[in-house]
C-alpha cells in the first residue's frame, strides 16, 4: 500500500497535517464552488473521482492538493486542502477568489503535477519545474474559473487584497523554494497592469537586498522602480538610505569614533553591515552628499515623508561636516516625532528607531536629562511592543534597541557628578560589553569607559575573556558577482532584463529540459554561468578566468577577502570561520554533492585529490 500522502503542491503553502472534511461556515461555500468548478473539468478515469475537499480548522492562509491511495477502491484518489484562516478571510465578496484557488489546485490535479511518483530531482531542478507548474496551474486555473462561470475582474480584485505585505515576498525570496513570487504571478494574470507588478517585485527585492545590506544590488532595483514611475518617493528613501549605509562602510574605527558621542541604530545597518576596518578607501563624502539629495529628493515629492525626515536626521547626526551637523540632525528628527504617532504606513520597528536616534541627538546637543530619558523609554516601548505583536522582520533585532539603551543611558549616567550614577553606568557598561561582540567599535567605546570607572571607584574589572562574547563568524549573504563594473550579476534579477543588458558579451543559451522553461546561460570568456527561468536563481562558477566571490563579514570584519575557483579548501575555511553548512546537497544533478554554507547563500564542490575548490555556486536555498 501506498503512504497516504504522496506529494503535496501548495498554492501558497505546502502542508500536510490532520484534516476534516466539510465546511462549517456562513457565507461561502467551498463544496458547492467544487461542485460547479467540476462541471468544466473532464474526469480522470484512472483515479478515484472526484477529488475531496477538506478543511483544515487553521487560522494560516494556505491551500494545497495531495494524492493518497484509497485501498477499498484500488484507486488514488486527491485531496484539495484549504484552511479555515483562508475561506474565513476571503468568503463572501471574494468568493470568487476562493473559486480561483480551488480551480488552481484542480490545475495542478488535471495537469499531472500531483501523482503517486516521488519527484526524484535535484535541489535547483526541482524548485525550478514546479515554480513553472505553478505558472501553469495559474493559467489554466484561470480558465477553470472563468468557465464555470467565475468573473476575471472580481478574481484578480481578490488576489490583490491577497498579497498584502504579510504575503508578499521578494523574489529573492522565493527563490528557495517552489513557488514564484506573487508580484510576478499577477504580472502574467493581470496583464493590463504588467509594469506595477514588475516595478512591486523590483521594490520587494530591493528590501529584501538592504535587509542583507547588499546596496550596490539595492539601489539597481530601486533605479528600475524609478525608471518606470518617477514619483515613486519610497524608492528615492531607500536610494538614500542604500548610500548613507555604503558611506558608513567607507569609515575606519577612528573616523567611527569621531562622528557621535553616542551609540545611533539604523533599521539594517548595525546588526549586517558593520564593515569598519577597511582602511583603504577612506571616506567617502560623496556618497553621504548623494544620500541626503535622495532623502530631500522624496522629500520634494512628499513633504510628510516621516521616514525620509527621520533618515536625513540620521544622515546630519553622522555627517562628515561636524559643524551645525547636530543642530540640523535634531530639526530632522523633531519634525520627524510630529508626524511619527500618526504615520500609519510604519510601524513599531521604525518608530523604534526613530525615539532612539533622536534621543541621542538631542543627548549631544544638551537637551536636559529627563528629556532624553523620554526618547529612550519611548523607544524601548515600542520595542518591547513590536516584539510581543511580531514574530519576524528581515530586517530588525530588538537586541539592538536594547543594546543602545544601555550604552546611551550608560554615557548619560557617566556624565552626571553622582557617584551612585556613575557606578549604574559602569554595570551597564559592563552588561553592554557582554551583549555584543567584541569586534564592534561600541564595544571597544564601552571597554575604555567601564575600565575608566573601575579605576575611579576601586572596581576590579572583569576579565576580558568573561566580557567578549564569541563572534560566531557570519557573513553578509553573497548575492551575485561582477563581470566588471558596469555589468554586476544578482540572483533574481529578471532574465529579459539580464540579458539586455549584457547583449554585447559572448552568450550561449541551452535547455536544460526539453520542453520547460529552464535556460542555462552560459557567458563565453567569463568563466560564469546561470541557471534561469524567469529569474535568475543560481550564479555558477567553474573556470579559473571566473570571477571571485567577495565573502563581506558583519560586525566589522573586512571586505576583501574572496572565494575563487581553485582555491586551497583550507583557506577557504579560514574566511568563513565558523559558518553553518550542509553536506551532500544536490543541486543540478542528483549524483554530484556540495557542501552548501546557508548564511553564505554559497555552495562549493570541493576536489577531493587536489582538495581545492572546483566550483562555487550562488544560490537561496531553504534553510532546512
Known sequence: MKNAIIRILGFLIVIACSVQQGY????????????????????????????????????????????????????????????????????????????????????????????????????????????????????????IALDAGFEFKKIIRGLKKLTTDELINSPFDCLNGEHPVWSDRLSRLDSSHKKIWESISSFKNGTTFLSLNQYDPATYCFNYVLEQFPDCYEANVNIGYAKLMKYLETLDEGDFQELTGGYFVTGNYYRNSVSLKNKI???????????????????????????????????????????????????????????????????????????????????????????????????????????????????????????????????????????????????????????????????QRANDNYLSLCSKYNFKPEGERKLKIKSNGNNKKVVGVEINAEKPISLSDKKSLFLSKVNSLDIEEKTVIPGKNLKRIILNNSGIELLASEYIFAIILNKQISPKVVIQKKNG????????????????????????????????????????????????????????????????????
Open 281 to 443: 578607501r577612506g571616506i567617502d563624502n560623496d556618497l553621504w552628499w548623494d544620500a541626503v539629495g535622495e532623502f530631500q529628493l522624496a522629500l520634494r515629492i512628499k513633504p510628510d515623508l516621516t521616514l525620509a525626515k527621520a533618515n536625513l536626521g540620521l544622515a546630519y547626526l553622522i555627517s562628515p561636516i561636524r559643524r551645525g551637523s547636530i543642530g540640523k540632525a535634531a530639526k530632522y528628527f523633531s519634525e520627524a516625532l510630529e508626524l511619527v504617532e500618526t504615520d500609519s504606513s510604519i510601524g513599531p520597528a521604525e518608530i523604534a528607531l526613530i525615539y532612539m536616534n533622536a534621543g541621542l541627538t538631542n543627548m549631544l546637543s544638551d537637551v536636559p536629562q529627563d528629556s532624553v530619558y523620554v526618547n529612550f523609554n519611548k523607544s524601548e516601548d515600542y520595542s518591547r511592543q513590536f516584539a510581543e505583536s511580531y514574530t519576524f522582520i528581515n530586517n530588525f533585532n530588538t537586541n539592538e534597541i536594547n543594546n543602545a539603551i544601555k550604552f546611551n543611558k550608560a554615557m548619560l549616567l557617566m556624565r552626571s557628578d553622582n557617584p551612585e550614577k556613575n557606578k549604574e553606568a559602569l554595570k551597564l557598561f559592563e552588561d553592554f560589553q557582554k551583549s555584543i561582540s567584541y569586534k564592534s567599535p561600541w564595544w
Open 557 to 624: 570584519g573586512t571586505r576583501n577577502n574572496k572565494a575563487y575557483i581553485g582555491m586551497p579548501y583550507v583557506e577557504f575555511e579560514k574566511i568563513v570561520d565558523n559558518s553553518d553548512y550542509k553536506d551532500r546537497v544536490s543541486l543540478l544533478n542528483i549524483n554530484e554533492n556540495y557542501r552548501y554554507y546557508v548564511d553564505l547563500g554559497l555552495a562549493v564542490k570541493i576536489n577531493n585529490k587536489t582538495k581545492t575548490i572546483d566550483e562555487l555556486v550562488i544560490v537561496n536555498l531553504a534553510n532546512d
Open 24 to 143: 462549517s461556515g456562513q457565507s461561502t461555500n467551498p463544496d458547492n464552488i467544487l461542485n460547479k468548478l467540476l462541471l468544466s473539468i473532464t474526469p480522470l478515469k484512472e483515479y478515484h473521482w472526484p477529488p475531496v475537499l477538506m478543511i483544515k480548522p487553521d487560522t494560516t492562509i494556505e491551500a494545497g492538493s495531495n494524492i493518497y491511495y484509497q485501498s477499498n477502491k484500488d484507486k488514488f484518489g486527491f485531496r484539495i486542502t484549504l484552511t479555515q484562516g483562508l475561506i474565513t478571510k476571503f468568503s463572501g465578496e471574494d468568493e470568487h477568489l476562493i473559486s480561483f484557488i480551488i480551480a488552481h489546485e484542480l490545475a495542478h490535479i488535471v495537469k499531472s503535477h500531483v501523482s503517486e511518483e516521488t519527484n526524484k530531482e535535484a535541489e535547483l531542478t526541482k524548485n525550478a519545474l514546479t515554480r513553472e507548474e505553478e505558472y501553469e496551474a495559474d493559467f489554466a486555473g484561470m480558465l
